[in-house]
């Protein structure tokens, strides 16, 4: 079953302290409370998979302490700080080192869970692309693209002709196709590769920051902004820009980014001095940002600017005889990880690769070879039997279970992960949703992001 999201909460004032963590813990999150910061801290880890939210007055350690100590042994570990009306210009300095987000109290349950969320799917998104950067890493030779069907030998051969240019690259592909890691081979294989290499996720930093940013600001430009700050794009000058979920992009945002495109400047807050840029642009879309459909109030102009090469990963569907190779892949490193033998790969398994659609691509698979050299994978394979009954064809308990296993999966793919949407179109009770996730083993953070309400009931 598909673990709480965790949020490390602290606060020395006990009744808001424990009134918060009822607050966040009904929204579905997995929440461990602290009335001193020294206490979240011994707690926390480099990699901890969720989100932290502070007071910021407090005695021994205040929030903004506490802050810069995560941030010194994991800068993209989101820090929410909760502040007092007089705390405010210190919570707009937090932000701007890069502190995720500050809630002014007294503040609605709404903000709170919303900022939370947005966080969670953030730190998501960071762990994840940094598992595929490391799994790029690791790969033999110059193949971090794993595979040897045509679609995946022509990506890479893609790769090395446009790597070398300073053409700007749009990326597509479904969730968990590694576009992140597609990004950072076509920096690395060009001569920009001693440059930096900065990547920033539209869709998972508040629009209220998005614009300083990307751009930076001058001492002044706005309340709380107190130094100079290099933006990501000047920062990515002679490397490489990578802008994840660019159909997030806010609408405002995206008419200077045009201009910074066209230009190859950028103007940062607060000053009328104009900067130029050596830019290359990856961005990367879980869209088709072709179809004014898809692409909603993404600007034309803007998908057009980008599209001058477009990359498409396919999905491991696609690419079916790819999928033993990478599982191959993910299995020995997980064994390395965990400090185990890899155990042999059964028929039951063996089916499961083959016959699978694989909706959340690469990572559903690395997870599933996690499982599988744990020797967990009997809690996610499907009931189908041992090869023999399955010749000598199933019985119809065994088929009402395997047809309702992938009904759930089918839906929760088609909203996304999303539980509310999910269970509506499924007419279930909450409780007997998560109850049928158990026991077919199904994890709906494979299927996307937290964008949806996941109360328990």
Same mark, same amino acid.
């Given at each position: 079953?598909?673990?709480?999201p965790?949020v490390?909460?602290?606060?020395? *004032?006990k009744?808001?302290l424990?009134?918060?963590?009822? %607050?966040l813990?009904l929204?579905?999150f997995a929440?461990?409370a602290?009335s001193?910061?020294t ?5 926390l ?9 502070? *007071?910021?007055?407090?005695p #021994?350690?205040?929030?903004?302490q506490?802050?810069?100590? =995560?941030?010194?042994f994991?800068?993209?570990?989101p ?8 705390d =405010? ?5 937090a ?5 995720y ?6 503040f609605? %349950?709404?903000?709170l869970?919303?900022?939370?969320? $947005?966080?969670t799917e ?5 762990l ?8 790029a890493?690791?790969?033999q030779? *110059?193949?971090?693209? =794993?595979? #040897?069907t045509?679609a995946?030998? /022509?990506l890479?051969?893609?790769l090395?002709q446009i ?6 690259v749009?990326?597509t592909?479904?969730t ?6 597609v990004?950072s ?15 920033l ?9 998005i614009?300083?940013e990307? @751009?930076?600001h001058e ?7 107190q130094k100079k700050?290099i933006?990501?794009?000047e ?10 979920e ?8 995206q008419?200077q980014?045009l201009?910074v495109?066209?230009m190859?400047?950028v ?8 900067r130029?840029v ?8 879980k869209?088709?940002l072709?179809?004014p459909?898809?692409?909603? *109030?993404?600007?034309?102009d803007?998908y +057009?600017r980008?599209?001058v090469v477009?990359?498409?990963?396919p ?7 790819? =999928?033993?190779l990478?599982?191959g +892949?993910?299995?020995e490193r997980?064994?390395g990880r965990f400090?185990?033998d890899?155990?042999a790969? %059964?028929?039951?398994? /063996? ?7 694989w909706?959340?691509?690469v990572?559903?698979l690395?997870?599933?070879?996690e /499982?599988?050299?744990?020797g967990?994978e009997?809690d996610?394979?499907p009931k189908?039997g ?8 199933l019985?119809l308990p065994v088929?009402?279970e395997? +047809?309702?296993?992938?009904l759930?999966?089918e839906?929760?793919?088609?909203n996304?992960?999303d539980? /509310? ?12 949703? +998560?109850d ?7 994890? $709906?953070?494979?299927?996307a992001? @937290? ?7």
């Open positions: 079953m598909n673990e709480l965790p490390f909460l602290i606060d020395d *004032d009744d808001l424990k009134a918060t963590k009822q %607050t813990e929204a579905g929440v461990s602290f001193a910061a206490d979240a801290l011994n707690a880890y480099p990699g901890f998979a969720g989100v932290v939210v502070s *007071d910021i007055r407090m #021994q350690m205040d929030g903004q506490l802050f810069a100590r =995560i941030k010194g994991d800068a993209d570990m820090v929410i700080l909760m502040t007092g009306h007089g =405010i210009p210190m919570a707009v300095q932000i701007q080192d890069g502190a987000d500050f809630i002014a109290k007294p609605a %349950t709404d903000r869970v919303q900022s939370v969320r $947005r966080a953030k730190r998501r998104l960071v994840e692309n940094r598992a595929l950067r490391q799994a890493e690791q790969a030779g *110059d193949l971090p693209l =794993i595979g #040897q045509p995946i030998e /022509r890479r051969h893609t090395r790597a070398d240019t300073d053409v700007d749009l990326v592909g479904e968990g196709s590694g576009k992140e890691v990004a081979l076509l920096h690395r294989w060009s001569r920009r590769a001693k440059g930096n290499f900065v990547a996720n539209c869709g998972a930093l508040p629009e209220t920051v614009e300083s990307l @751009f930076g001492p002044g430009a706005f309340t709380g902004a700050r933006g990501r794009i920062h990515s000058s002679a490397g490489t820009l990578f802008l994840d660019i159909e997030s992009m806010p609408p405002a945002i008419v980014m201009r495109l066209e190859r400047e103007t940062p807050l607060g000053t009328n001095e104009v130029p050596d830019l290359r642009v990856v961005a990367a879309a869209v088709d072709s179809d459909g898809q692409r909603g *109030d993404f600007r034309e803007l +057009y980008l599209n477009t990359l498409s990963i999905p491991l569907r696609e690419r079916r005889d790819d =999928i033993p990478l599982f +892949y993910f299995a997980a064994a400090k185990r890899v155990p790969v %059964t028929a039951t398994v /063996r089916r499961h690769l083959q016959q699978h659609e909706p959340g691509n990572r559903e690395s997870h599933f070879a /499982r599988f050299v744990l967990l009997a996610v394979l189908f041992d090869a023999a009954a399955l010749e000598a064809g019985s088929r009402v395997r +047809y309702e296993a992938e759930i999966r839906t929760l793919q088609q996304n992960g539980v /509310r949407r999910t269970i509506e179109a499924l007419g279930i009770p909450r409780k007997t949703f +998560y049928k996730l158990q026991r077919h083993g199904i994890v $709906r953070g494979d299927f992001g @937290f964008d949806g309400d996941d109360r328990r009931s």
